[in-house]
């Protein structure tokens, strides 16, 4: 028996397809990189397939390192290795920019993968409004498992507990932030399979005339051990979240 319509036309059911009416079920079929939570509206992409010269980067630490790799990859071929190094205060950094189309709600998203249960990350956002600066962000620890917001009063906020993570360069975890621009407040954030509610919370911000823009700061920093490293890949900056 018919299935419904197949996904070219609304016009007649065949045996061998169901109906698809979702348009962003039909972008992740056809091999788009926003797969993992597909609210809000994309308005920029970066994948690492076409070159860094738009990608800022920072390190610290000797031997701390970043750049394009072929080692593993979320999706394509590329990623963008970060490699900490090892003495205090060592990390290594990517950085994505992109104009801001509206003060809506904006997520800002990306893929990660590791093989150590030392260090953490932060995912660090700079969104220019034209009259302010707002600087939104999160961190997890890998040792303790925890992840925390950066409150207005410059302080780390616990927001969850005992979130694991797969231990592994093939499989890649992925971390969004979502902010309320026009309020100043976060909204939410998802690690994972685990989801955080963060309505009403105000974000830091400081006066700022610069051009509307925003950008992502993903880093990676480890201890003082040994050097560290992790794959990062497919950032997306959306807006109009619900």
């Not at 028996?1 to 996904?7: E, K, T």
């Not at 970066?46 to 080692?71: M, P, R």
Request: one cysteine or more.
């Amino acid at each position: 028996m018919a299935h419904g319509y197949p996904d070219w036309a609304q016009s007649a059911g065949v045996n061998t397809v169901y109906q698809l009416r979702d348009l962003a079920e039909l972008a992740a079929r056809l091999g788009s990189i926003d797969t993992f939570d597909r609210r809000g509206d994309v308005f920029h992409l970066q994948d690492f397939e076409h070159g860094d010269g738009s990608i800022d980067n920072d390190t610290s630490g000797d031997d701390a390192a970043c750049g394009l790799s072929l080692v593993t990859s979320r999706s394509g071929s590329f990623s963008y290795r970060l490699k900490t190094g090892t003495d205090s205060d060592c990390y290594a950094e990517v950085d994505v920019y992109s104009v801001l189309p509206s003060l809506s709600c904006i997520g800002a998203e990306i893929s990660f993968a590791q093989l150590h249960d030392r260090g953490g990350f932060i995912l660090a956002l700079e969104i220019y409004t034209g009259e302010h600066i707002i600087t939104p962000k999160i961190k997890y620890d890998y040792l303790t498992q925890k992840l925390y917001y950066w409150s207005d009063v410059l302080t780390w906020v616990e927001i969850g507990s005992v979130i694991r993570l797969p231990n592994s360069t093939k499989i890649f975890n992925t971390v969004k932030l979502v902010i309320d621009c026009a309020n100043m407040k976060y909204k939410r954030a998802i690690l994972g399979v685990n989801g955080y509610a963060l309505a009403d919370v105000d974000c830091r911000y400081t006066a700022s005339i610069i051009a509307a823009s925003i950008g992502l700061k993903f880093r990676h920093y480890g201890d003082t051990l040994t050097s560290k490293n992790s794959y990062a890949d497919d950032v997306i900056f959306t807006q109009n979240e619900p």
